[in-house]
């Protein structure tokens, strides 16, 4: 496909190789002036599908704003914004502004003042500025949604479409989504004119330049095994994703003392904060960086040579969004998952659902961390000696034996400092674990329906099954389904994903004072029950 040569001459020096295939797809159709839908996950090369098209279309001499590019998240539009500058470094002319939540308003205003042509904002703060007619899209003639089924989740389906209302109807409109729930389907027929629907992978497929193991461990020991495949497989850039922000904090401190080059991104720090965190970590300064799904949603960092699951991601397509940020454009990349006994049964539910083939693997030993990190000392040592010039170390030396210390308590000194692991205590032993997966043995199907022993004779409500389930369980309200409350007893329904759960941490707890006894019911039906055997008999 024929480009602007300067547009050509910035891409050769970002690396393209060659297009990927949502961008030979698209960039054809965009240019020819059509609407387009990509049903398409991070790490495709969903930037440069619309960004090449608008730069290539864009009427330099104009001083209006002629394209909107909407982004769920702050950290996805200072991306999107960047690599709209690398690809536009040599197309004299281009003035392209962001306007996102979490800073002064003030800077914005004042970037909206130069008369940008390419607009990329949060939608809420792409309202505001609206509002404050300080963003006016009379002139936009390119409008892009990218992550909209994450703008949908985020409740921004009322902002958006308010948005659409401020520019003219005779746009081109581009939608980038990982799924396609009904809202997107909506957005589509009411905003889009016959667009074409560009797919270009399974519903939840991973990639498959990206090699994937899990690991059984024990909760108290996921730290220790991340630091041990930290220090084998030695990725120079890595994410580590937790499922809360909480375990985020606590994982990044730890890592730290550790003598880990770590650092965190998630909801509760301050945009600046997190947008150094990103920058120090796309420049290599950081090389470890911790977060939750959230904050690291559509973030391209083509680098990442390595994804940790710290926690096993809730749902299929977290897992899929997570380790799509490594094995990029060609490259391999590696997926490391943490497994708790508890979390046994979503690896299964993830090989399931996604289709791709999960290894497990043996967490190093401490001994061959030792050797891997010895080789790496001795490699630096060496590396060091062969580019330096020694006239200050050689004068600290000499004073250090003029003390009466030799060259040999001199030189194991200076490496006990340099092999020193902080203030971290040292775990010798094996922590892999050899738990079995109940979950595969006990519960099939897509439900698994229970009996509980407490009923209508307990004064048991629907509300509190809904309570006692969610309070001990990771588990949504709506997905405990069919609860049918009888006279002694009370049958519920939940996902099989989550039947390992339930049974393990609801069985024998407490409920309405007395203790809460789980079965599997063998015989779901809709209209009442019979007394199991057990209840019946004499008294």
Request: charged residues 30%.
């Given at each position: 496909?024929?480009?602007?040569?300067?547009?050509?001459?910035?891409?050769?020096?970002?690396?393209?190789?060659?297009?990927?295939?949502?961008?030979?797809?698209t960039i054809?159709?965009?240019?020819?002036?059509?609407?387009?839908i990509?049903h398409?996950?991070?790490?495709?090369?969903?930037?440069?599908?619309f960004?090449?098209?608008?730069?290539?279309?864009?009427?330099?001499e104009?001083?209006?704003?002629q394209?909107?590019?909407?982004?769920?998240?702050?950290?996805?539009?200072?991306?999107?914004?960047?690599?709209?500058r690398?690809?536009?470094?040599?197309?004299?002319?281009?003035r392209?502004?962001?306007?996102?939540?979490?800073?002064?308003?003030?800077r914005?205003?004042?970037?909206?003042?130069?008369?940008?042509?390419?607009?990329v904002?949060?939608?809420?703060?792409?309202?505001?500025?609206?509002?404050?007619?300080?963003?006016?899209?009379e002139?936009?003639?390119?409008?892009v949604?990218?992550?909209?089924d994450?703008?949908?989740?985020?409740g921004?389906?009322e902002?958006?479409?308010?948005i659409?209302?401020?520019?003219?109807?005779?746009?081109?409109?581009?939608m980038?989504?990982?799924?396609?729930?009904?809202?997107?389907?909506?957005?589509?027929?009411?905003?889009?004119?016959?667009?074409?629907?560009?797919?270009?992978?399974?519903?939840?497929?991973?990639?498959?330049?990206?090699?994937?193991?899990?690991?059984?461990?024990r909760?108290?020991?996921k730290?220790?095994?991340?630091?041990?495949?930290?220090?084998?497989?030695?990725?120079?850039?890595s994410?580590?994703?937790?499922?809360t922000?909480?375990?985020?904090?606590?994982?990044?401190?730890?890592?730290?003392?550790?003598g880990?080059?770590?650092?965190?991104?998630?909801g509760?720090l301050?945009?600046?904060?997190?947008?150094?965190?990103?920058?120090?970590?796309?420049?290599?300064?950081?090389?470890v960086?911790?977060?939750?799904?959230?904050?690291?949603r559509?973030?391209?960092?083509?680098?990442?040579?390595?994804?940790?699951?710290?926690?096993?991601?809730?749902?299929?397509?977290y897992y899929?969004?997570?380790?799509?940020?490594?094995?990029?454009?060609?490259?391999?990349?590696?997926?490391?998952?943490?497994?708790?006994?508890?979390?046994?049964?979503?690896i299964?539910?993830?090989?399931?659902?996604?289709?791709?083939?999960?290894?497990?693997?043996?967490?190093?030993?401490?001994?061959?961390?030792q050797?891997?990190?010895?080789?790496?000392?001795v490699?630096?040592?060496?590396?060091?000696?062969?580019?330096?010039?020694?006239?200050?170390?050689?004068?600290?030396?000499?004073?250090?034996?003029?003390?009466?210390?030799?060259?040999?308590?001199?030189?194991?000194?200076?490496?006990?400092m340099l092999?020193?692991?902080?203030?971290?205590?040292?775990?010798v032993?094996?922590i892999?674990?050899?738990?079995?997966?109940?979950?595969?043995?006990k519960?099939?199907?897509?439900?698994?329906?229970?009996h509980?022993?407490?009923?209508?004779a307990?004064?048991?409500?629907?509300?509190?099954?809904?309570?006692?389930?969610t309070?001990?369980?990771?588990?949504?309200?709506?997905?405990?389904?069919?609860?049918?409350?009888?006279t002694?007893?009370t049958?519920?329904?939940?996902?099989?994903?989550?039947?390992?759960?339930?049974?393990?941490?609801?069985?024998?707890?407490?409920?309405k004072?007395?203790?809460?006894?789980?079965?599997?019911?063998?015989?779901?039906?809709?209209?009442?029950?019979?007394?199991p055997?057990?209840?019946q008999g004499?008294?």
């Amino acid at each position: 496909m024929e480009l602007k040569q300067p547009i050509q001459k910035a891409i050769a020096e970002m690396g393209f190789v060659s297009f990927t295939e949502i961008q030979t797809q698209t960039i054809p159709l965009l240019l020819e002036g059509k609407d387009v839908i990509g049903h398409s996950h991070t790490g495709t090369g969903k930037t440069a599908a619309f960004g090449l098209p608008i730069l290539e279309k864009v009427h330099l001499e104009s001083n209006q704003v002629q394209a909107l590019i909407l982004a769920p998240t702050r950290e996805l539009a200072v991306q999107i914004t960047d690599e709209m500058r690398r690809m536009s470094k040599y197309l004299e002319g281009v003035r392209i502004a962001t306007v996102y939540g979490g800073e002064p308003i003030g800077r914005q205003i004042f970037d909206l003042k130069k008369k940008p042509q390419i607009v990329v904002g949060t939608p809420g703060r792409t309202i505001d500025h609206i509002n404050r007619k300080t963003l006016r899209l009379e002139g936009v003639s390119f409008m892009v949604l990218d992550e909209a089924d994450e703008m949908l989740k985020m409740g921004f389906q009322e902002d958006i479409e308010t948005i659409f209302t401020h520019i003219p109807e005779t746009r081109q409109t581009l939608m980038f989504s990982a799924t396609m729930p009904k809202p997107i389907l909506y957005l589509a027929k009411t905003y889009m004119i016959e667009p074409e629907l560009i797919k270009v992978i399974g519903d939840e497929s991973t990639n498959s330049d990206v090699v994937q193991y899990y690991y059984k461990v024990r909760k108290e020991n996921k730290t220790e095994a991340l630091y041990r495949l930290l220090n084998v497989y030695r990725p120079k850039l890595s994410l580590v994703f937790c499922n809360t922000k909480i375990q985020v904090d606590n994982l990044t401190q730890e890592l730290i003392e550790r003598g880990v080059n770590a650092d965190k991104i998630h909801g509760d720090l301050p945009q600046t904060t997190r947008l150094d965190v990103l920058k120090k970590f796309h420049g290599g300064i950081i090389e470890v960086m911790v977060a939750t799904d959230v904050a690291a949603r559509g973030l391209d960092i083509r680098a990442v040579e390595a994804v940790f699951n710290y926690d096993v991601p809730e749902k299929a397509d977290y897992y899929v969004h997570r380790i799509g940020r490594t094995g990029r454009i060609g490259n391999i990349g590696y997926s490391f998952t943490l497994a708790s006994k508890g979390e046994l049964s979503q690896i299964a539910e993830i090989e399931r659902i996604t289709g791709a083939k999960i290894k497990k693997r043996n967490i190093p030993t401490y001994d061959k961390v030792q050797d891997v990190k010895t080789d790496k000392l001795v490699e630096a040592i060496q590396k060091t000696f062969e580019d330096g010039s020694f006239d200050d170390e050689f004068a600290i030396l000499n004073k250090a034996i003029t003390l009466g210390m030799t060259e040999d308590q001199i030189i194991v000194a200076l490496l006990k400092m340099l092999s020193r692991e902080n203030n971290a205590e040292i775990n010798v032993a094996d922590i892999n674990e050899e738990f079995e997966e109940r979950s595969k043995r006990k519960f099939d199907g897509n439900q698994t329906r229970f009996h509980l022993n407490l009923g209508k004779a307990d004064s048991l409500t629907v509300s509190d099954v809904l309570d006692f389930v969610t309070s001990h369980v990771r588990i949504q309200p709506r997905d405990i389904k069919d609860i049918a409350i009888l006279t002694e007893f009370t049958f519920f329904t939940v996902p099989a994903q989550s039947a390992d759960d339930v049974f393990s941490k609801c069985n024998h707890m407490k409920l309405k004072g007395r203790k809460a006894s789980l079965s599997i019911s063998k015989k779901p039906r809709k209209e009442p029950y019979q007394k199991p055997r057990r209840f019946q008999g004499n008294s």
